[in-house]
Every structure is written in structure tokens, then in C-alpha cells.
């Protein structure tokens, strides 16, 4: 090699990220580093074209194929992780699969984005074939209408992350492009050793009462935490979808704060002192116990449509002349410590 093309090709490498092309081995397989996994250049129609290295090492690499409006990127990479297990429903492999959740919903190239599906689906046509998380979207990139999917795994200690792109003019194919990608994909981590994640026993959500409230006021936070819990378990679609925190939505968080103050009320006049409680009990009595919610509680990720039925002047009036420097309180937390696992994928 000519001392300037070392020199241009030195350079190249250190920079922060670059393109490699023509990685492939000469069995017509390349190598998905930093992983040991190899995959066939060509996937149905699908060519490869080309790696890109991240100067941050805990991204690895990604791997592009494609073909006229078909795209196809491939990430392998462990975040600088260690020990992660297998498949799609670790509480890491969750949290990376709602991490690229947000990067295509609130991605600047994208417009209209739509979530159309998530479910777990099975790599390939065996029973042992693993699964991954699949979420597919419709939207618009520069004008142009697609669909777009997402699939999530972990397998010998990576993340490995797919990200198909359809132009819609040949959206029809998607049932068969899935099929051929997917298919690759569980050949290619067959080849290397299983690392099933150990069995966990089911854990109840954790109920958190805050310590600097009012003790006298823990048991109607208990038994708020408690109608949050009940609701949590019957809807699954509010529960934290990697485990956490229960941001409850409008119609539980009414719910819940009811029970509290109906507990509340039941107490003898003489225990009836919390200055919180007194104050939604007034707001109650005037009849905008909804609105109050709906003003100070609502789920802005969730809640986005105002309920016609509330009156939010007259309860901004009065507001102002009743509730003055009023402080809303939430003195206890449900936490939920297992990942909401997607509906499984009925087999084509």
C-alpha cells in the first residue's frame, strides 16, 4: 500500500465514526461486530452495503442492506453492559427497546409517525427460535409515506436491534420482508451458545407512603396506592412498560384520589384534620372534584383530550377565590417491579 493511501486510511480509522465498506468474509458472510454472529449478505433482495463504527464503543456497530424503498439497518452493541440475557424481555432489553421507541416518535426526520403494532415476535419459524420486541409504525420522512419497524433482542450478551424501512408504493411486501429478515437473523444467532435469563418469582407492585406527610394521613394514602395498584394490575396499559414508577392516567388518578377521600370522610369529626384532604373535600362539595384532578393531576403523556364534560372556567374562578395557596399533595407511589411483556405474535 502507497505511504499516502496508509496515511488517508490511518486517519479514516480514527476518526469518530466511519463507513466500511466490503467487510464481508468470502463464505458470503459478515461479521456482525463486536458480536461473534454472522450473517448472509444477501437477505431476500436485500444487499448489504456497507458498516459504520461509533467512536463510542458502547454503540458498536450498525450494518446496512437494502434495495429499491427497502432499507435495513442492523445495530449490534452492548451499551457497556455485561451479563445481559437473552431475549426481549429483560428489564435492560426494555428499556433500549423504549429508547428507540422515542427516537423514531419524536425523531426530527420523521413526520405523522403512527404506532401501529407492538407485539413480541418469534425470529424464524421453529419453536426454539428466539423472540424480540416489534413495534411498526407508519410515517412520513421528507414527504415521502412508509412503513417502518422496529424488532429488540438480546443474544450472547448483545443488544441486537433491526430497523426496516418500506416505502409504501412497496409496502406489500412487508409480510414477506419480515419473514426473509427475521428468518436470517435466528440462523445467524443460532450459531452461537444460549444465555436464557434466570427465573425470577412474580413480584407485587411496591407501595411507597412518603415519609414527610402527615402520619395521620398514611392510611388514605395507603388506600389510594392500593385502588392505583388494583387499577394497574386490571389495565396493564398504564403500568411503566420496563418497570418503575406507575404514572397513573386521568381515569385512575380520579379513581384512586376518590377512594382517598371517601376514606377520608368515613373518619369521626374529631379525626378529620388533614388540612389537604379538608381542601378536596371543599372542592368536592362544590362539585369539582373532576376538574381539580383533571387541572393538577392529569397525565400530559396520556391525557391529551379534555373531557367535554368539565367546567374549567368555573372551576378556575373558583379556584381563585377558594383554594388561594392550596398545595397539591400525592403522599404515596406504586412501583412495579417486573416488564410488561407484548402480546406474542400469532404465527403467519
Known amino acids: 500500500m502507497r505511504a499516502g493511501v496508509r496515511r488517508c486510511l490511518l486517519l479514516l480509522l480514527a476518526a469518530g465514526s466511519v463507513v466500511v465498506r466490503g467487510a464481508a468474509l468470502s463464505d458470503n458472510t459478515l461479521r456482525l461486530l463486536p458480536s461473534k ?4 449478505q444477501n437477505i431476500g433482495p436485500l444487499r448489504y452495503s456497507g458498516e459504520n463504527r ?10 446496512g442492506f437494502g434495495t429499491s424503498g427497502i432499507s435495513l439497518t442492523i445495530y449490534v452493541y452492548d451499551y457497556g453492559l455485561s451479563n445481559l440475557p437473552d431475549g426481549p424481555d429483560s428489564v435492560a432489553a426494555c428499556e433500549q427497546y423504549e429508547k428507540a421507541k422515542v427516537e423514531i416518535e419524536g ?5 405523522n409517525v403512527k404506532l401501529r403494532r407492538e407485539v413480541t415476535r418469534q425470529l424464524g419459524d421453529t419453536a426454539q427460535a428466539p423472540l424480540a ?4 409504525y407508519e410515517l412520513d420522512r421528507n414527504g415521502i409515506h412508509a412503513v417502518s419497524a422496529l424488532w429488540l433482542t438480546v443474544a450472547d450478551g448483545y443488544f441486537v436491534k433491526l430497523r426496516l424501512s418500506m416505502r409504501q408504493e412497496v409496502a406489500d411486501e412487508f409480510d414477506e420482508a419480515r419473514a426473509s429478515i427475521l428468518d436470517a437473523m435466528a440462523n445467524s444467532l443460532a450459531m452461537r451458545p444460549a444465555h436464557p435469563p434466570p427465573l425470577e418469582p412474580v413480584r407485587e407492585p411496591t407501595i411507597d407512603i412518603d415519609a ?3 402520619p395521620g394521613d398514611a392510611s388514605l394514602w395507603l388506600a389510594y396506592a392500593m385502588e392505583l395498584a388494583r387499577r394497574a394490575q386490571d389495565s396493564p396499559a398504564i403500568l411503566p412498560p420496563c418497570g418503575g414508577t406507575v404514572q397513573p392516567d386521568y381515569a385512575t388518578e380520579r379513581a384512586a384520589r376518590r377512594v382517598a377521600l371517601d376514606e377520608y370522610r368515613r373518619r369521626a369529626a374529631a379525626e378529620r384534620t388533614s388540612d389537604y384532604f379538608d381542601a378536596l373535600a371543599r372542592v368536592d362539595a362544590a362539585g369539582f372534584f373532576d376538574e381539580y384532578v383533571w387541572t393538577f393531576l392529569r397525565n400530559p403523556a396520556r391525557d391529551t383530550t379534555t373531557p367535554t364534560a368539565l367546567a374549567l372556567e368555573d372551576f378556575e374562578k373558583f379556584r381563585a377565590r377558594e383554594l388561594g395557596a392550596h398545595r397539591v399533595e400525592t403522599g404515596a407511589h406504586v412501583r412495579v417491579n417486573t416488564v410488561r411483556a407484548l402480546p406474542l405474535a400469532a404465527t403467519p
Do not use: H, K, M, P
Open 54 to 63: 461509533y467512536s463510542d464503543r458502547r454503540l458498536g456497530r450498525s450494518f
Open 133 to 136: 420486541r416489534e413495534a411498526l
Open 37 to 40: 454472529f454472522r450473517l448472509v
Open 212 to 214: 414527610s406527610s402527615d
Open 107 to 111: 425523531g426530527g426526520n420523521y413526520q
